[in-house]
């Protein structure tokens, strides 16, 4: 079975940093791309970055020079430092990922949300 955890949401000040990392665990064979998403409240949720397996990084416009998407393919971790951060930053984070498990079985799997709140 696989999970996705992430972590490293919190309370910030405008103008501050963090570090939000997504761990996958499990059965798992080989990971083809994951992203971050994230949802204010009363918005839909939106795809804020992502990385393929190739290496290519997608980014949407509002976070772009201040939000840095990373993975570690041996730890099958993925991280997004935030720095800058404004209150229109502040939403739940969430983590998705396209993989194959060793059933050889591909899904698309989704981490239960990491809160990001930034105010003064």
């Known amino acids: 079975q696989v999970q996705l955890a992430e972590s490293g949401g919190g309370l910030v000040q405008p103008g501050g940093s963090l570090r939000l990392s997504c761990a996958a665990s499990g059965s798992i064979f080989s990971i083809h791309y994951m992203g971050w998403h994230r949802q204010a409240p009363g918005k839909q949720r939106e795809l804020v970055a992502d990385?393929?397996?190739?290496?290519?990084?997608d980014y949407i416009d509002s976070v772009k020079g201040r939000f840095t998407i990373s993975r570690d393919n041996a730890k099958n971790t993925m991280y997004l430092q935030m720095n800058s951060l404004k209150p229109e930053d502040t939403a739940v984070y969430y983590c998705?990922?396209?993989?194959?498990?060793?059933?050889?079985?591909?899904?698309?799997?989704w981490g239960q949300g990491t809160q990001v709140t930034v105010s003064s």
């Open positions: 990385i393929t397996s190739g290496g290519r990084i």
């Open positions: 998705n990922a396209d993989l194959t498990d060793y059933n050889y079985i591909r899904n698309h799997y």
